[in-house]
């Protein structure tokens, strides 16, 4: 068993952990207390080829591994937990409900410029009475003729406000709760279509969410992602690609939380030496320390087996559960470890804190992870 990264794999972590300290890092207190989307961040993101890493080049992508593409999150999320999210929603879902199930027509006319980072894409799954229940959505798509008519809303929609391309998600045949939700391709600007106001969050202020609504809303039948009822599979599948780009997103944030309490704990001095002298600091950082590593080489462990062609929703839900818990305590471990200042705005642990929390929730909350795990166990 090789635990080493590939020259490839170190090359890209480094190339993106520079990348992030030069174009990311001094803009990520400005843009939390903002909530401004960091587009030019974005933008050269893409002009680098890091928003479709896992895709092949002939769509525009770099043709990178999985694991790849997890380690260029964790970097990026390492300095703005908001932008590296932006980056996992376009890649891992909205990019890969068209790479897994598209058409050779929609990859080319839609994931090839997605890939390139020259249209952003959303996900559009949750509504206000759907959450971790799915099948409590009530979007529904009408076939006439050559267009289906899609009438609903959604919320929380990633991406939303700043997207050009919405991956949604609406039922077909209401009457069948396993095979009647459908996914479908809407252009930004098509009739029918509306985006609501940002929603302002407690953290990851600069990702873009709202919500979105559908009145009337034609859509070319040819938009259809695979086949009428495909929906469910083509949401979940991705999901669960998802959910390792938000453990590593997870395990970044720790990551931050742990540079910025071992700086400041050999800088504090109280009682006439560094805090990091005291045993209670100590056990802190190796505690730290312990669990990154252990949330790393879980996320590590669920890409590979996505890049072997291998089943993995539930090591994807296990690196999930494990790195946003284990982000959240190691984040309030980091403001502990600061006292006072901690708690204060201008403090990038006080951000890390915030950031950290929504890793529980959002692509499967904690307890829908536990879900899937005994799921998987009890079969």
């Given at each position: 068993m090789d635990f080493k990264l590939s020259d490839e794999q170190k090359m890209i972590k480094a190339n993106m952990r520079e990348f992030a300290q030069k174009y990311v890092e001094p803009i990520a207190?400005?843009?939390?207390?903002?909530?401004?989307?960091?587009?030019?961040?974005?933008?050269?993101?893409?002009?680098?080829?890091?928003?479709?890493?896992?895709?092949?080049?002939?769509?525009?992508?770099?043709g990178t591994d999985y694991l790849t593409y997890a380690i260029a999150v964790e970097e990026l999320s390492r300095s703005c937990a908001a932008t590296g999210f932006t980056m996992s929603v376009h890649t891992g879902l909205a990019c890969g409900p068209i790479a897994l199930f598209g058409n050779e027509e929609q990859k080319k006319k839609y994931l090839t410029p997605m890939a390139k980072g020259e249209h952003i894409g959303a996900f559009a799954l949750t509504e206000p009475g759907a959450g971790t229940d799915v099948g409590a959505a009530t979007t529904r798509a009408v076939l006439e003729g050559d267009e289906y008519v899609i009438n609903g809303s959604k919320t929380f929609t990633s991406n939303g406000p700043v997207a050009d391309t919405f991956i949604t998600f609406a039922w077909t045949n209401p009457e069948d709760k396993r095979k009647g939700m459908s996914a479908f391709i809407i252009e930004k600007g098509t009739p029918g279509l509306s985006i609501g106001?940002?929603?302002?969050?407690?953290?990851?202020?600069?990702?873009?969410?709202?919500?979105?609504?559908?009145?009337?809303?034609?859509?070319?039948?040819?938009?259809?992602?695979?086949?009428?009822?495909?929906?469910?599979?083509?949401?979940?599948?991705?999901?669960?690609?998802?959910?390792?780009?938000?453990?590593?997103?997870?395990?970044?944030?720790?990551?931050?939380?742990?540079?910025?309490?071992?700086a400041y704990s050999k800088e504090r001095i109280q009682f006439g030496r560094p805090i990091s002298k005291n045993q209670a600091i100590q056990w802190m950082?190796?505690?730290?320390?312990?669990?990154?590593?252990?949330?790393?080489?879980?996320?590590?462990?669920?890409?590979?087996?996505k890049d072997q062609g291998q089943p993995f929703s539930k090591a994807a839900s296990m690196a999930k559960l494990f790195c946003s818990e284990m982000c959240f305590k190691h984040a309030a471990k980091a403001v502990q470890i600061f006292g006072g200042y901690g708690y204060c705005k201008g403090q990038k642990v006080e951000r890390l804190l915030r950031d950290a929390k929504i890793t529980e929730i959002y692509e499967g909350t904690s307890e829908a992870q536990r879900m899937n795990i005994a799921s998987n166990l009890l079969r």
């Open positions: 207190e400005e843009i939390d207390e903002s909530g401004r989307y960091p587009e030019e961040a974005i933008k050269l993101l893409g002009e680098k080829g890091y928003m479709g890493m896992p895709f092949p080049e002939e769509y525009g992508g770099a106001e940002p929603i302002m969050k407690m953290g990851i202020r600069a990702s873009q969410t709202s919500s979105v609504f559908f009145n009337n809303c034609r859509v070319p039948k040819e938009n259809l992602i695979g086949n009428p009822g495909d929906g469910l599979k083509i949401a979940m599948s991705c999901l669960d690609h998802g959910r390792i780009g938000i453990a590593a997103q997870a395990v970044g944030i720790a990551q931050a939380a742990l540079d910025e309490s071992l950082l190796a505690d730290m320390e312990t669990d990154i590593n252990a949330g790393r080489f879980l996320y590590y462990y669920a890409a590979y087996l």
